[in-house]
C-alpha cells in the first residue's frame, strides 16, 4: 500500500505536491465546502492553525463537491472565498472527489485505513432526519469530515463532520499528537 503522504495531491495554484511535503508535523486533512450548513467551520480551523501551527500543525482543506453541490467554485473561486470569508491561511488544496467511484487515492488511503470515526453518531442520525442515505465508514459522510495524521505519517483519528475544530476531542487529540515532537 502507498504511504498517505506519498499520494500525490496539488495545492489550489495548480502546484502538485504530496502531503510528504508536511512530513514531521502533525495534519489535520478536512474535506471543505463554500456553500454548506458546516461551513463556518473554517474560522475555528483557522484559529486552531493560528494556535498552533508554531508547534507543528498543518490543516490541509480539500475542497469537494459530493454533497449536493456545495462545493461548485473553481479553485481560484474557493480560495479566495476562503481568504475573503475566513481569512483563511493555512493550504488549500484543489477540489477532489471524496467518495464514490471517482474518489481520490488520498481519501481512498483515509477512509480505508479502518480508524474508526469519533462523534459520528449525531450527525448520522441528523442526515437521517433529512431523508440522506448514510454512508459507512468506507466512505466520508458529509463535508467537514477530519483525518489527523501524526508526525510519523500514521492516520491517527477520524472525526465526524459536526465535531469542531474547538471540541475537547479534537483538540486532546492534536495536541497528543504534538507533544511527540
Known sequence: MTDILDIPVKLADGRETSLAEYKGKVMLVVNVASKCGLTKQYEGLEKL????????????????????????????????????????????????????????????GLTGSGVPT????????????????????????????????GRDGEIKARFAPDVTADDSRLVGAVEKELAKG
Not at 122 to 128: D, I, S
Open 118 to 149: 469519533t462523534g459520528d453518531g449525531p450527525m448520522k442520525e441528523r442526515l437521517r432526519g433529512f431523508g440522506m442515505e448514510v454512508a459507512d465508514d468506507a466512505e466520508i459522510v458529509w463535508n467537514f469530515e477530519k483525518f489527523l495524521i
Open 49 to 108: 492553525y493560528e494556535d498552533k501551527q508554531g508547534d507543528g500543525l498543518v490543516i490541509a482543506a480539500f475542497p469537494a463537491n459530493n454533497f449536493k453541490g456545495q462545493e461548485p467554485g473553481s479553485d481560484a473561486e474557493i480560495v479566495e472565498f476562503c481568504q475573503l470569508t475566513y481569512d483563511v491561511k493555512f493550504p488549500i488544496f484543489s477540489k477532489v472527489s471524496v467518495k464514490g467511484e471517482d474518489k481520490h487515492p488520498l481519501y481512498k
